[in-house]
């Protein structure tokens, strides 16, 4: 498929596009009556759909099949991360993970937060739009903005994992991950974790581990943790 686009909540024989969409297919695709639109519904489904109302602000089209992608995985995969301060960063690493692969994003708020605030509506675009650009059939869900003392209070069934930089933490997340296994990831802001805040996340069940020598960013840090994980899937 050539363009892919987004459809939640698709079912039935028929679906009416939002207005954001019909626009892009009719005025800029120039698609028109009979013609073939390929969507997602982030769930896990790709649908073949043919153009049967090509109004460009409430286009009407008829589902023709429905197929299951082929990027369903066999763990899951929940990253929890401090937004940066430059929101172009953060927005690159949801891009990034995006594709190469995640269930759930947890952006939260810690005690060397740079950022305490997020616009969801303008994350929620960049995550939709990197899951037509890479062609997947999952849109990952994000989060809304969440105090790190709650976050890894959440029940999670897996593997838990607090990523940060010490002398002391010498286990690499590529080294002590086995495959298969649910993960949960958290990934620290600029000024890293507080001792505080490591301990409390001990105490609930996180292990302390490395990414590698490099002093990353915190959006680096977080795209080689997506990474590491799916790669040890393959």
Same mark, same amino acid.
């Given at each position: 498929?050539?363009?892919?686009?987004?459809?939640?909540?698709?079912?039935?024989?028929? #679906?009416?596009?939002?207005?954001?969409?019909?626009?892009h *297919?009719?005025?800029?695709?120039?698609?028109k009556?009979?013609?073939?639109?390929? &969507?997602?519904d982030?769930k896990? #489904?790709f649908y073949?759909?043919?153009?049967?109302?090509?109004?460009?602000?409430?286009?009407?089209?008829?589902?023709?099949?429905?197929?299951?992608?082929?990027?369903?995985?066999d763990?899951?995969?929940?990253?929890?991360?401090?937004?940066?301060?430059?929101?172009n960063?953060?927005?690159? &690493?949801?891009e990034?993970?995006?594709?190469?692969?995640?269930?759930?994003?947890?952006?939260f $708020?810690?005690?060397?937060?740079?950022?305490?605030?997020?616009?969801?509506?303008?994350?929620e675009?960049?995550?939709?739009a990197a899951?037509?650009?890479?062609?997947?059939?999952?849109?990952p869900?994000?989060?809304?903005?969440?105090? &790190?003392?709650? =976050?890894?209070?959440?029940?999670?069934?897996?593997?838990? #994992?607090?990523? #940060?930089?010490?002398?002391?933490?010498v286990? =690499?997340l590529?080294?002590?991950?086995p495959?298969?296994?649910?993960?949960?990831?958290? *990934?620290?802001?600029?000024g890293?974790?507080?001792?505080?805040?490591v301990?409390?996340?001990?105490?609930?069940? &996180?292990?302390?581990?490395?990414l590698?020598?490099?002093?990353?960013?915190?959006?680096?840090?977080g $795209?080689?943790?997506?990474?590491?994980?799916? =790669? =040890?899937?393959?």
């Open positions: 498929m050539d363009n892919l686009f987004f459809a939640p909540g698709i079912s039935g024989k028929h #679906y009416r596009l939002p207005e954001e969409e019909s626009k *297919i009719i005025r800029v695709l120039r698609k009556i009979g013609d073939t639109v390929h &969507f997602t982030g896990g #489904y073949v759909c043919k153009i049967i109302d090509d109004h460009p602000k409430r286009t009407v089209v008829e589902i023709i099949s429905k197929t299951e992608g082929n990027d369903k995985r763990f899951y995969l929940q990253i929890g991360i401090a937004p940066t301060k430059n929101i960063r953060f927005e690159w &690493f949801l990034k993970a995006t594709e190469i692969g995640i269930d759930r994003i947890s952006p $708020v810690s005690f060397h937060s740079e950022r305490k605030e997020i616009k969801n509506e303008r994350l675009r960049v995550i939709v899951v037509k650009q890479s062609l997947k059939s999952k849109k869900e994000l989060d809304n903005l969440t105090q &790190f003392k709650e =976050l890894i209070s959440t029940p999670f069934e897996g593997k838990k #994992y607090i990523a #940060y930089i010490d002398d002391e933490v286990k =690499l590529s080294k002590i991950y495959k298969g296994e649910n993960a949960f990831i958290l *990934i620290g802001p600029e890293d974790f507080s001792e505080e805040e301990e409390l996340a001990k105490e609930k069940g &996180f292990i302390p581990v490395s590698g020598k490099s002093r990353l960013r915190t959006e680096t840090a $795209v080689v943790a997506c990474h590491t994980v799916n =790669l =040890l899937n393959e």
